[in-house]
């Protein structure tokens, strides 16, 4: 796998942030009853049970639509070490008055920058994550995740790394 260059950072965000205002205008699905448009910005550390960890900065969009309780995610995760662009869907259950669990999955594009240690096999990585929130009358919410990223066996190297963050969703408002 051929490393991304530091000085590609700038084209990456900016190609994320123009995905997310795409995603954000999705019409014609119902919306989630009491729910924003939410954009989460947080940090984390990869690599949480490997000998090498990495802290990485955080951003997600979560547009108001659902289907079927299913709502999709856009994310980028960054470090001066790798970064993982990808979308996927997500199930909020409550657990209280404002408590959230929400699984997620989704697949998404990864590259790292030099060191082997962050050769995950494939450019094309699968992201379980479980999250933990606490929903504020504002509708924002502060949650902690654990997810695994890996390349689910498309090729023989694939090692796999967990992570967790902690991540606050900031409500843009509905449709």
């Known amino acids: 796998m051929k490393p991304v260059s530091v000085n590609r950072w ?18 014609g699905v119902p919306v989630q009853s009491g729910e924003d448009h939410l954009l989460g ?10 000998r ?8 997600e969009v979560r ?7 299913l ?3 856009l994310g980028l995760d960054i470090a001066d070490d790798f970064y993982y662009t990808a979308a996927g869907v997500l199930m909020d259950f409550e657990l209280g008055r404002n408590w959230m669990l929400t699984p997620s999955f989704g697949a998404g594009f990864y590259d790292f920058n030099g060191d082997d240690v962050f050769d995950l096999g494939h ?15 504002g509708a924002g919410r502060l949650a902690f995740s654990i ?7 498309i090729d023989d190297k694939n090692p796999g790394s967990e992570s967790i963050r902690i991540i ?6 509905s449709k």
């Open 168 to 173: 606050y969703y900031i409500p843009l408002g």
């Open 52 to 59: 090498h960890k990495v802290n990485y900065a955080s951003f």
């Open 10 to 27: 700038n084209k990456i965000l900016r190609i994320f942030l123009m995905a997310a205002s795409l995603a954000l205008p999705v019409s």
């Open 63 to 69: 547009p108001a639509v659902q289907l079927f309780r």
């Open 71 to 73: 709502r999709p995610w």
């Open 41 to 50: 910005v947080g940090g984390g550390v990869m690599g949480i049970l490997d």
């Open 147 to 153: 997810s695994h990223i890996s390349n689910g066996g």
């Open 123 to 137: 450019h094309l990585e699968f992201r379980s994550a479980l999250e933990l929130g606490y929903r504020f009358k």
